[in-house]
């Protein structure tokens, strides 16, 4: 049926391709700028949707993970090749990247092999035009047997042609399964008789393609063969015929049966790849190997990448921060200030209706304006991330630093979240730390990176550690610093090498990595990627981070104690007093009311119930009610401080007050203060980063469990750092 | 001792002969396209002397020397 204006064709097409074949910058080009993004279900794959119009018809199209082989090894293959499958797509787009098409038609083999409906886009044909590589593209599509269309997805060209020839290909999809693999005549034997065995089966016939899992049992590929086990009317049949067939063909080759199937893919793809290319008599990579040499170089890699993380901490933190100078206030600022307004806004409550004004103004702008304050920031991160990542230098990252994290159980690629949560001191965010894991393919690497990343000194912190430092060590305020710095790493590195021998154990997965030719970025990719990861983030302020806020302030609100007392100490004292005197001492019983109120509410009388626990650190109960604030926020600790010490609520950037009031206390020490830094720098990371290793691990479970250890290891040094400061007898 | 991919010297050419390892590992090389045949050129070391920056079927890959063991070469 010829389709018409009024009813446009409804056609789902995936999009697969190996990483840095320009799938992603395709996708681009052929949904436009609205997508959905998320995650495949169970696992921390992204996954992207769009829509597509071209040909009468609307396509809705996935963009599946870059992979370069559909194996159950890795969880983005299984997801791609799992969507193939299940999901039956009207049409398969596989991106092959023109200018390696040798090592890209691996996937393309695999895919015809799974005998779903296939169109190939021969991307960047222009980059290998310009390297003159003179591929015959109907010759390919001949050989192949799908139809092929050379585009240049960061230019949006051949968009329409494939579009096309994806329309095509749905409306007729018998027609155009493509043609058979061979492996030679021992193979194709061993797999014809497997194949009829499982076509012949009836819990498998209909539900796979049979000659497909022929192979995939030969390759030895556990998932399937799993599958095969639970879903097959026979399956000891089954079994004995693969093991059968693989023992032929181990026996007649003298080689594993996946190395002789993964060979006969390479040879085929070799083959196509001989018969229509000419191949240039010029070297191949000239340009990324001069680069490389350069930027991977014994001394020079390290320097240049010194450099880059240093601009990159640079543009986040000073850049977000600091760029007052063009618009009056730093982007961040300008945020704060427009929370301000907006809890201003609600001040007329305050007389009328007291409680939803607080939770107005104390629980949900504060909290998750307090999240949002943090947008520019990301967005500055994001866009400096999403650059060397489209340049290809993340890869160059980790093969410079790779060796020496290798050591703590990470790799090179997590140097870069570990920084940007804060570990060149001084400022940093989890937040953006975590998500910047979504740069290693590795899964238990980035498990592991994403819960210890948040032990680095973030600026939220900061704060924290200034108004103890100026209190307790005046004198060596930079000495102290540095040492928290250092100590930072000590355990974020020694937490991860505990973690991967005792929590995340298990085979490393093999790392083998591409390092891609360089690219110039293209600005509309990288504001697409910047945009993405930053609404996703926003998305989550407004959500979850809403919820708990409203929670946290319920926790501080109530129950409530009674004002009377205090309102009648108001009135003695506006009989006898008046002038400045008098608002001073109304300010002085407001405080109090403030600390009362706190004492009694839910948190203080968990902070107060904490103490005979909490002692052993040297934590009162004004301490421990700041901490468990610390938990939504770190930047709370220091207000909570404020209001626990009757001094209202202290602004975090004027502490001075408070450093004093402490400083003067006998029942602090320096070894108390010290114990409460590291206490601070380790526990439980804030509630946004908490909500961020939920959503990035994919599950609850690995949330909690970095708040229960990191809380657990930041006590177990602060009783370690004030008991031994106490039989040291530095506690006067 | 058979010679394998870590024996190689930056600017060394050689051809694979065989692969070794595990079932993660063996299909992961072969998935990157290290397959008995291919023709393999070292470039550099990183600069800790691990990984190797390796190409093969015209790309550029980067493998752990652990990995890289398990690739038979031709001496």
Known sequence: MPPTESSPRHLRAAIAGNPNSGKTSLFNALTGSYHAVGNYPGVTVERREGYARGNGCIFRVVDLPGTYSLTAYSAEEEVARNFVIEQRPDVVVDVVDAANLERNLYLAVQIIEMEAPLVVALNMIDVARRRRLDIDVDKLSSLLGVPVVATQAHRGVGTRELLAACAQVAADPERHIPKQIRYGHHVDEQVGHLAGLISHDEGLRGRFRPRWLAVKLIEKDSAVADQVASLAADPGAIRAAADHAIHSIETHFGEHSESVIAEGRHGFAAGVVRECLRLPTVPLRTRTDRIDSVTCHRVGGPIILVCVVYGLFVSVFKVADEWSWLFGKSPTEWMEWAFERLAESCSSLQARAPLLHSLLTDGIIGGVGGVMAFVPLILVMFAFVAVLEDTGYVARVAFVMDRLLKVFGLQGKSILAMIVSGGLGGGGCAVPGVMATRTLREEKDRLVTMLVAPLMNCGAKMPVYLMLIAAFFPRIQARILFVVWLMSWIVALGAAWVLRKAVVRGEQTPFVMELPPYHVPTLRGVLMHTWERTWAYVRKAGTVILAVSVIMWFLMYFPRVDASPFEERIAVAQAELGGEELVAVIQAIRNDQATAQLRNSVAGRLGSGLVPVSQWAGFDWRTNISLIGGFAAKELVVGTFGVAYSMGNVDPDATDSLSNRLATDPQWSRVKAFALIMFVMVYAPCMATQVTIWRESGSVRWALFSTAYATLLGFALAVLVYQGGLALGLGQ | ?75
């Open chain 2, 1 to 75: 001792m058979a010679r394998t991919l870590v024996d190689l010297a930056p600017g060394d050419e050689s051809v694979v002969l065989r692969i070794e390892g595990s079932g993660a590992i063996r299909q992961r090389l072969l998935d990157m396209g290290i397959t008995r045949g291919a023709s393999v050129r070292c470039y550099r070391l990183a600069p800790l002397g691990d990984p190797i920056e390796i190409s093969v079927k015209g790309s550029l890959l980067a493998i752990r020397k652990s990995v890289a063991k398990f690739v038979q070469i031709e001496s």
